[in-house]
C-alpha cells in the first residue's frame, strides 16, 4: 500500500492539518516524519495512504500546505512534485 507524506512545521500545524482533512472524510494521521526527509531534527508529517490529490487540493484551499510532498516507495521517499 502506497504512503503519503505532507511535511508540516509544526506539531499543531500537522495536527489541524489532520484534522481538517478528517472532517472532510479523509483518513490521516499525524506522525513523526523519518529522519532525513526534513533539514530540522525534529519534524512532523501527516500520512495518509488514499485520496492524496484531494488532501493536498484541500490544505491549499486553506493555505495549510507548507511542507514538501513524499511518497513512500519501499523503504525509500520520493518527492512529490507540487
Excluded: N, W
Excluded at 14 to 37: F, M, N, W
Excluded at 38 to 58: P, Q
Aim: aromatic share 6%; net charge positive; charged share 25%.
Amino acid at each position: 500500500m502506497t504512503q503519503y507524506l505532507i511535511m508540516c512545521r509544526s506539531l499543531t500545524h500537522a495536527q489541524r492539518s489532520a484534522r481538517l482533512l478528517e472532517r472532510r472524510g479523509i483518513s490521516a494521521a499525524v506522525t513523526k516524519a523519518p529522519q532525513g526527509l526534513s533539514k530540522r531534527g525534529c519534524a512532523y508529517a501527516v500520512s495518509l495512504h488514499k485520496r492524496f490529490d484531494e488532501a493536498v487540493r484541500i490544505l491549499r484551499e486553506h493555505e495549510m500546505l507548507t511542507g514538501k510532498l513524499y511518497m513512500r516507495s519501499g523503504e525509500t521517499y520520493i518527492e512529490v512534485p507540487t
